[in-house]
């Protein structure tokens, strides 16, 4: 029942019925009490859905809601701490945690879980997890992050290795980095596996590297009509559901209206996506409107 509680409000967030602001907080003040694992997962879901539009109002400079993020990054580090050894609430919470982590405060927890500074009892440390604090870290440049790189890098070579490296690396908000590994994508000048690829164009424009992406927009829809000429259909759908020019506005919305509009010839693994980011689009303006009539 409670499932069906908090699937039915989650819904009415992303169909800009209820606020983001008033499911995060009402959320904020319920997860912590929660139970039941399914309910609290379903909870800490719809809670990142809910953040990512109090995100993009803060970016816009719509409202500032830095101290309601914060709030939640210092709740899941709460959560956390209290779980017990070992159990899936404990796993839960800490994926969790390094997820929404991105102030100084919270990332140099991030640095000290790497180092074997911060611990929880119960829970390892693996290769997989030191990745992503290293991703996390190199994502906001936060502290020695090129060091750390280059650390782990020496000590993990394996294929996934050289992966989760490649993926640090490109997730920095630098725009030779951009330039550089867009390039690769493009060109392919080493014969990358479309497996390495997407680890690539997963990390190339985070939500926050706005200005980032902005400045290769154009170099991005002209590639996806290369794309759609040729018979790579798989590097096509990736290239589009990755790296499709989007953002949370008008403008972006009506470029997409205009993109499909003037490329009658788009196969069917590009004009699904480039639908589907439109009607996001929409919902995500929609959102943004309630929370602005809320302030």
């Known amino acids: 029942m409670r499932l ?15 606020s983001a ?12 009490d929660e139970k039941d694992y399914n309910v609290a997962r ?14 993009k109002a803060t970016h816009l400079k719509q409202h500032d809601y830095s101290a ?3 709030e939640v990054e210092d709740l899941y580090l709460t959560l956390l701490q209290k779980a017990e050894a070992g159990s899936d609430f404990q796993k839960l919470w800490y994926q969790r945690y390094v997820r929404v982590s991105k102030s100084n405060l919270h990332l140099a927890n991030l640095e000290n ?7 929880f009892d119960g829970l390892t440390i693996d290769q997989d997890k030191r990745w992503t604090l290293i991703q996390k870290i190199n994502r906001y440049h936060y502290g020695d992050y090129q060091t750390l790189l280059s650390a782990e890098k020496a000590q993990d070579n394996s294929d996934k290795g050289v992966k989760n490296a490649i993926y640090a690396e490109v997730l920095r908000p ?8 867009l390039k690769v994508v493009i060109n392919n000048p080493d014969k990358l596996k479309l ?4 680890y690539v164009m997963w990390g190339l424009f985070p939500l926050e590297q706005k200005a980032l992406s902005i400045a290769s927009k154009a170099e991005r829809f002209e590639h996806i009509l290369q794309l759609n000429k040729g018979s790579d259909l798989v590097m096509l759908e990736a290239f589009t559901a990755y790296l499709l020019p989007r953002e949370c506005n008008t403008q972006s919305e009506q470029e997409l209206a205009t993109f499909i509009e003037q490329n009658k010839n788009l196969k069917p693994q ?13 919902r995500c303006i929609k959102a943004l409107e309630l929370l602005k009539g809320a302030i």
Not at 42 to 55: E, R
Not at 174 to 181: L, P, Q, R
Not at 195 to 198: C, N, Q
């Open 174 to 181: 630098e725009a030779k980095i951009k330039d550089k590994w």
């Open 21 to 32: 602001e008033k499911f995060v907080a009402f959320a904020i003040a319920n997860i912590k």
């Open 42 to 55: 379903k909870i800490a879901n719809s809670l990142t859905s809910a953040l990512y539009y109090l995100t």
């Open 113 to 119: 879980i790497l180092q074997g500074e911060m611990n």
């Open 270 to 282: 590009v004009l699904k996506t480039v639908k589907a980011s439109h009607q996001t689009i929409g």
């Open 4 to 18: 069906m509680l908090w699937q039915s409000l989650s819904d009415s967030v992303n169909d800009a019925n209820l």
């Open 68 to 70: 309601r993020y914060r």
């Open 195 to 198: 497996s390495t690829l997407r």
